[in-house]
């Protein structure tokens, strides 16, 4: 390497590391990256263009074009907008409207799903129906027959003047760009999120739209945690993909129709605020819900802080599935303390990964930090659990597509709801009670006394949770 490439090299890593110690992150954090960019200065530098930088100097749009989405909202469902939240969920409503502008909206009616077969017989059901616009979601879209099933519609509503928007993350569908740009010769407007022109060489690559967000004609909108894929149907490893997704009618659609808007703005750079996607829907339900939404632009970590005060404010039970245990140091504080304060904290998570090693050894490390504190940790074992969902006290409950993982945490674009329901929590305390059926509760003595060698790969595999 010549002189003059060393010197400007020498002056970027310099560069970089000004800025990181700029980014006031957690000091950890910060002398981490900065022991790799001194001992690994190449390497280092990659990696913190790949995986380190920070975004959250960047919005997905300006708040001035967020309020003129919410404004819908506001003027449409003045009435609908609880002012006054009763005592038992008042910390958290509030966190989640000063944090996210989410507006805690009764008159709902909320449909949850189980298993994917039926969620997806009322969703096709639904497109059908769409006379004026569908907005559709997906983290993963996959050309299988589950997905060509969702494809025929949407072409065929195109064709027949419905507005049919799909949005996608490009990582996670590399090796499905055909499928959507047949979709688009059709006429379907197809845009993916954050676009990825060369896979993994990209400082985006590692910011995914984890979001499950479908809406048609700002009436009936579904979130939850599952994609459009086969797997989800057939199941995996001669069991079930145990998953969790809920249908929802009612004023709070007009949150979800937000949140695609907002993401549609940002990866196509068109402002879609027209009343025609803001329908007055009169009240269906009784339900009380918000619709949050976090990623790595936000100002705040809004679905993470939300889970830590459900956790915080429980007094009897929390129950929580998720795909993985990975928490942040935060998140796994506040589990610590409520089972150390006698609130009965269960988990619920898959024993084998879906694919890959990595994430279900990274998920066992952290199974002795929760169960030394009194945390019970059941392994689901009849296919895989997928399932996004928290109960609380028999009264409030959070379902999306937000995992218990550092990644949907901290880097990941999410959405979940929280629903301030005693039929709903019940219900989803009823899913989680009926899969202890298929579980196996960890012993603590027993789980001590494993190998060493097979904790030495837990704890290895730990170290690359962010990435997971």
């Not at 010197?7 to 990181?20: C, D, Q, R």
């Not at 997905?147 to 003047?161: C, D, F, M, N």
């Not at 901290?410 to 709801?417: G, H, L, T």
């Not at 001590?448 to 704890?459: I, L």
Request: aromatic share 12%; hydrophobic share 40%.
């Amino acid at each position: 390497m010549s002189v003059w490439l060393e010197v400007l090299f020498g002056l970027i890593l310099l560069s970089t590391i000004v800025l990181v110690i700029g980014e006031n992150r957690h000091p950890v954090k910060t002398l981490a990256w900065l022991m790799v960019l001194i001992f690994l200065p190449v390497l280092g530098f990659v990696l913190y263009f790949l995986f380190g930088m920070d975004k959250k100097h960047r919005r997905l749009v300006s708040d001035a074009d967020l309020r003129r989405f919410k404004k819908h909202t506001e003027t449409l469902y003045e009435n609908q907008i609880c002012e006054a939240p009763p005592k038992d969920y008042k910390d958290l409503m509030n966190l989640l409207r000063a944090a996210n502008l989410s507006y805690p909206l009764g008159g709902n009616s909320v449909r949850q799903y189980t298993d994917f077969d039926s969620m997806f017989t009322d969703l096709l059901a639904d497109l059908n129906s769409a006379t004026d616009h569908i907005h559709f979601e997906f983290f993963k879209f996959e050309d299988d027959r589950i997905g060509r099933q969702v494809e025929e519609i949407l072409v065929r509503k195109a064709s027949e003047g419905v507005k049919v928007r799909v949005q996608y993350d490009d990582a996670a569908n590399i090796g499905h760009r055909s499928f959507f740009r047949r979709m688009r010769e059709k006429g379907v407007q197809v845009q993916p999120f954050i676009k990825v022109m060369i896979p993994f060489i990209s400082s985006d690559t590692n910011y995914r739209n984890h979001r499950k967000v479908v809406v048609v004609d700002g009436k009936v909108g579904y979130i939850g945690g599952m994609n459009i894929a086969e797997r989800y149907s057939v199941g995996i490893r001669g069991g079930v993909w145990r998953d969790t997704h809920i249908r929802v009618c009612g004023p709070a659609v007009s949150e979800m129709q937000t949140s695609f808007l907002v993401d549609w703005q940002f990866s196509s750079h068109q402002v879609l605020d027209e009343d025609r996607y803001y329908p007055l829907v009169e009240p269906q339900g009784d339900v009380l819900m918000q619709v949050a939404t976090s990623g790595p632009m936000d100002e705040w970590s809004v679905i993470m802080q939300g889970v830590i005060q459900m956790i915080a404010q429980s007094k009897k039970y929390i129950y929580i599935q998720s795909p993985y245990l990975i928490p942040t140091e935060p998140v796994l504080l506040a589990l610590r303390n409520a089972a150390l304060a006698g609130v009965g904290v269960g988990i619920m998570v898959p024993y084998h990964g879906d694919k890959g090693v990595m994430p279900p050894l990274a998920s066992r490390s952290y199974v002795k930090d929760v169960i030394t504190a009194g945390v019970k940790v059941y392994f689901y074992d009849n296919g895989y659990m997928h399932s996004k969902a928290i109960v609380s006290d028999d009264r409030v409950a959070s379902i999306g597509s937000t995992n218990m993982d550092v990644r949907s945490y901290e880097q990941d674009f999410e959405i979940n709801a929280f629903i301030y329901d005693k039929k709903v929590a019940k219900d989803v305390k009823s899913a989680f009670l009926a899969d202890q059926e298929h579980s196996w509760l960890v012993d603590p003595q027993k789980w001590a006394s494993r190998s060493r060698f097979v904790r030495f790969k837990e704890s290895l595999a730990r170290l690359t949770s962010p990435l997971l």
